[in-house]
């Protein structure tokens, strides 16, 4: 039971982490934000997502299926015995992501992208958690 609120714990952690990397770390290392941006300020992104570079958008995206991916990953390999814990984190950060992506303002394609990349995440982090449990 502890080694599943763990896994659960650190599949989460793990899952936010990998997603910073990509948006922050790298997205905006490759694709600088606009003079005078401010990240952190969700009303500035709400009337400003036009003027965001489309690879930053993209390193979005990546950051999200990866994250999932990652976090799934985790998961069951700290669990070993449960599903659950993975389960867990996916629902976490797909709530997320559906959380972000519909709050602001995005083209099409970028809706697109995340829906395929948020079920191709599950099914790959489901894959690679059941990997390491039970075995």
Not at 49 to 67: R, S, Y
């Amino acid at each position: 039971m502890i080694r599943n609120i763990l896994a659960t714990i650190v599949g989460f952690i793990t899952a936010g982490i990998v997603v910073y990397i990509f948006e922050t770390l790298i997205g905006h290392s490759l694709f600088p934000l606009p003079d005078g941006a401010k990240p952190e300020d969700m009303e500035w992104i709400k009337n400003n997502m036009t003027k965001l570079p489309t690879g930053a958008k993209i390193c979005v995206v990546v950051g999200h299926f990866m994250g999932i991916i990652s976090g799934m990953f985790i998961a069951g390999f700290i669990s070993k015995t449960s599903m659950i814990p993975a389960y867990i984190v996916a629902v976490i950060m797909i709530l997320a992501t559906a959380f972000v992506t519909f709050l602001l303002p995005k083209e099409t394609w970028f809706i697109i992208a995340e829906v395929i990349g948020v079920i191709t995440s599950f099914y790959f982090g489901k894959t690679l958690a059941q990997r390491n449990v039970f075995n």
